[in-house]
């Protein structure tokens, strides 16, 4: 008869491999997710890193171009202040406009953020029912 | 009438709190009347919330703008279907379609247990009351779904543009239905627990609601990638969102809870694990409720807080508390002495799968959790996305697909060397012959290669049951026979038929994740583009409009291999009451590939628009084998001869010791 202890061990290993796979995980995907004024406030340590900012599209700041599907634009505080400058290439959001609340994922460069998806959060009425949805993912 | 909707949920609440303590207090003393009245008392709280429910819907279909839930929820031009759907569409609606749905379940379980299981009903009636009491005081002190506004609105603000879908109709129902139904085995394994009844009853009475919430939780994730697909419009149907996992973590667990069972039924094991599972199922469901409705996990579209979250987490503390106390209670009697013996056995196959499916949640809830966690520990939010959980959940899923295989023809308890050539010489030669054809066709080596590899294994042992069957009785015709067998054995049957859909999607996901080709460009008419096999030419621009929206429709032109196979118009709506553009796709499935056409801009003044285009493998065979799952479990929950006299033999029996 097989004792307890072996059992233990197997399922132990595949705890082990389980933890394994997501500390894994975490280490090579993570990454930060900052609203603009802490962003703003630690950003020159952030050179070079993937995160994520959530902040306004400011008014007045958007530039489209319907030739190379390049939007250009500037993440601010809600009432406009400190901007950082957004650029991306592909499809502009459904719900991207001016003023509106955006969560951009991208690398931070020296001229700002190289953003490779702009979330739009949803309008405020939205409340999805449980398990409806994705991000509007705008890449 | 909205007054008497708020009447109704008051009483309602009292009715279920007066049931809750009346069934622990006939429960324990053993007063068959005191268990009686707690009985009505829930069948009350049915009725009442049945009436509120009713009051709430005819406000809407009577766009009574004078309700604060009607007015941000519909408007007088809302197509009727999507003014019922609307029930469920917002906040203080679904948390009383919800409660409509647990009432309603209580009853059902009543009635089904009148004559049985009588030491055990007072407990399940008084945890059913509990959680509707904790249901009915949302609605009573936090959220009013018949809250009156200061001034009636002169127009409803509308229900949210992409709800408006006929998915959105039946996909919130059929999870809310998953979620809620997962309390009755809760409430009996609680009623276990707490009349000390510790032996195999509670899991037979339950078995079928189990397969019954697991069933609808199955259906509303698949309805939900549906959704999402065909709405949404990137491209793909499952993204790791918040809110998709709050209803993937209990389906995990559910999905655990149903083969360890087996082995309880079999050899008298693993009790504690078992009542572990139907617990954190139920906690699980909660949780996700918490999730979805807090906003403290920012998924992208909860960004909407509503302040009910500590209440959720309060009323999850509670659970476990209460549950985890009663379980180390009673922990010394439901150990039992029966021990694994082999490696080699189905007991460890499926203990294998527990321990995986189990891990999968885990890492789910890690991942969704991360971002709240590492800002409290380390004063940063940190977030993972889709990639976390692919890499994390890719190899697991693997391990689960060969164990699926594995679990249902290995022998009990120790395998012998004849019994695991007997079982899988045939499989085992299967999915190496389609290895070895993948790797003629070139396909590279990787997680989809691994997986329709260990498909083509599992589809063996699955082919090579029905076959053996088919030998043993080979007088009668194929149909016939088929139908004899299944019927005699309707749950491993079942059972087999749910793995051949579990193995489709598992095909489906991997093709469609490792052999999916994006393209972009800007266009102008005349312009063409290419995806993969097919050659698109964007023809013109149309426009139309109506009183509720008005949209922008790319007519393409679509070659396959060089032949033209018709036009499809991807489309841009811009609906006027939320005043709101949304995409809307257009498609050509086949069972081979869907070709998924989005119309990314338009750009009126250049007459440029930029498309997207997807070919997405196989993506079909996703909803073809949550079909086949349906199927297979309808085959597993019918009631067999065998059994309806198993029930009939114990209703005799619990007849003669009367109380």
Known sequence: MLNRRRFIVGAALIAAAVSYLVYAGIRTTSMYYFELGEFVARRDALLGETLRVKGWVKHGSVRWDAHTNELAFELATKDGGSPVPVAYRGIRPDMFSEGREVVVEGRYRRDGLAARQIMTSCPSKYEPAAGGGEPRAGS | MPELGRLAVCLALLFAAYGALAGVAGGIRRRAHLVRSAEHAAYAVFGLVVIATVILLRALLRHDFTLEYVAAYSSSTLPTQYTIAALWGGQKGSLLFWTLLLTLFTTIVQAQNRERNRALMPFVTATLMTVAVFFLSLLVFM???????????????????????????????????????????????????????????????????????????????????????????????????????????????????????????????????????????????????????????????????????????????????????????????????????????????????????????????????????????????????????????????????????????????????????????????????????LAVARVPPGYAFATFALAVFVLGTVAQEFLRARQAMLHESAPRALGRLVGKNRRRYGGYLIHVGVVSIFVAIAASSAFRIEAQETLKPGDEMAAGKFRLRYERITSDENAHLSRLAAEVSVWRDGRRIGTLAPEKRFYKKPEQPTTEVAMRSTLSEDLYLVLGSYDPPSGLVTLQAYVNPLVSWLWIGGVIMAGGTLVTMWPSAAERRAVAYELGRAQVPAE
Do not use: C
């Not at chain 2, 009790?271 to 469901?285: G, K, P, S």
């Not at chain 2, 709240?372 to 940063?380: I, K, M």
């Open chain 2, 143 to 437: 959220t009013d779904p018949f809250e009156r506004l200061p001034v009636a609105a002169r127009e409803g603000a509308d229900l949210n543009p992409l709800l408006q879908n006929y998915w959105m109709m039946i996909h919130p129902p059929s999870l809310y239905t998953g979620y809620v139904s997962a309390s009755v085995p809760f409430a009996f394994a609680i009623a276990a627990l707490a009349a000390g009844q510790l032996g195999d009853q509670w899991i037979r009475s339950v078995r079928r609601w189990a397969l019954f919430s697991w069933a609808f939780l199955s259906l509303g994730n698949l309805l939900g990638a549906r959704w999402a697909y065909e709405v949404l419009g990137w491209g793909g149907y499952w993204a790791w969102d918040p809110v998709e996992n709050a209803a993937f973590m209990p389906w995990l667990v559910s999905t655990a809870y149903l083969h360890s069972v087996m082995i309880q039924e079999k050899r008298d094991m693993l009790r504690v694990w078992n009542v572990v599972l139907v617990l954190l199922t139920f906690a699980l469901t909660i949780f996700g409720t918490f999730l979805t409705r807090s906003g403290v996990i920012s998924s992208v579209h909860s960004f909407t807080q509503s302040g009910l979250g500590p209440f959720f987490i309060g009323f999850l503390l509670f659970v476990l508390l209460a549950a985890g106390g009663l379980l180390a209670y009673r922990f010394p009697e439901l150990r039992t002495p029966a021990t694994m013996e082999s490696f080699l056995s189905r007991e460890a196959a499926f203990l294998f799968n527990n321990l995986v499916l189990v891990g999968i949640a885990f890492a789910v809830f890690w991942g969704t959790v991360f971002p709240v966690l590492s800002e409290w520990v380390r004063g940063v939010k940190i977030t993972v996305g889709p990639p976390f959980f692919n890499r994390v959940n890719a190899p697991l899923g693997l391990v689960l697909l060969f164990l699926a295989g594995v679990g249902p023809v290995i022998a009990w308890r120790r395998a012998s060397p004849r019994n695991l050539r007997r079982a899988f010489a045939g499989p085992v030669a299967a999915g190496l012959v389609a290895a070895a054809a």
